[in-house]
């Protein structure tokens, strides 16, 4: 008989968590899968494989990986249909992966010391379209802010990592070579992703390798053809910096 080891990801707080964003990938995977021609996926940073399992579901062939090993056992425990490995975001070996139609990043690029690169990395994954969800400020301007991680096992492989403005987190997948950059206008039915410009769901598409545009989408997301052009954003105080900082502290305390 299998066993199933609990984990951090088995909480009350992660398993509200992650149906919330269950809900919303299988709603946008279902939209997205006949307008683009998905048929593969992969889950980058993907813990002990719930996301991957909702992929599969949706009838995606599924790769997936992690940085932890004792994420990637429990997964392969939990899921043995689906490909599960050990991989760094961060590391530009993770390119020997291959591309796949539809890239998944969730909870990860805000617990890593080099977000950009982990963008330019998932931008050589991706074939035709990402999805992705960030912690990140209320900025259009491009900073990012160095903190010290909690050394947790749902947390970073280091202890710094770098929290990204919303603009700044638009403009480097528009730098690493995405075409389309779209804004989801409503996140999932959770307290932590309803927090106003504090959680930010975007999906990167690759026009240049589909021929496919997300007008299927409209509903749910919004368009940001250039980053310049970006709607303002909310000027970012000394204070509200500070509750901001207090509150992205507060949720890695918590998880996510």
Not at 220 to 241: D, H, I, R, T, W
Request: charge should be negative; include cysteine.
């Amino acid at each position: 008989m299998k066993t199933i080891s609990r984990t951090q990801f088995d909480s009350n707080y992660y398993l509200d968590l992650i149906e919330a964003r269950g809900d919303t990938i299988r709603r946008i995977v279902n939209q997205l899968k006949p307008a683009l021609n998905l048929s593969t996926a992969l889950d980058a940073g993907c813990g002990v494989g719930f996301f991957g399992k909702i992929l599969q579901d949706a009838g995606l062939s599924v790769r997936a990986f992690d940085g932890r090993i004792e994420n990637v056992e429990e997964a392969r425990s939990r899921f043995p249909q689906i490909s599960f490995e050990r991989g760094n975001v961060e590391n530009p070996d993770i390119r020997k992966l291959g591309q796949f139609d539809l890239v998944l990043c969730f909870g990860l690029l805000y617990h890593l010391e080099n977000p950009f690169l982990a963008i330019r990395n998932l931008y050589a994954l991706t074939g035709k379209c990402l999805l992705l969800e960030s912690m990140c400020f209320p900025d259009e301007e491009p900073w990012m802010l160095l903190r010290e991680e909690p050394n947790r096992e749902d947390q970073s492989l280091t202890d710094v990592a770098f929290y990204a403005t919303e603009g700044g987190l638009v403009k480097m997948l528009y730098r690493a070579g995405f075409t389309s950059v779209y804004r989801m206008s409503t996140l999932p039915d959770h307290d932590d992703l309803c927090q106003s410009h504090v959680k930010k769901m975007i999906l990167g598409q690759n026009a240049e390798r589909t021929a496919v545009r997300l007008r299927i989408v409209s509903a749910n997301f919004s368009l940001s053809q250039q980053v310049q052009n970006m709607p303002p954003l909310p000027a970012v105080s000394a204070e509200s910096f500070r509750e901001y900082a207090s509150l992205s502290a507060c949720l890695s305390e918590r998880g996510g």
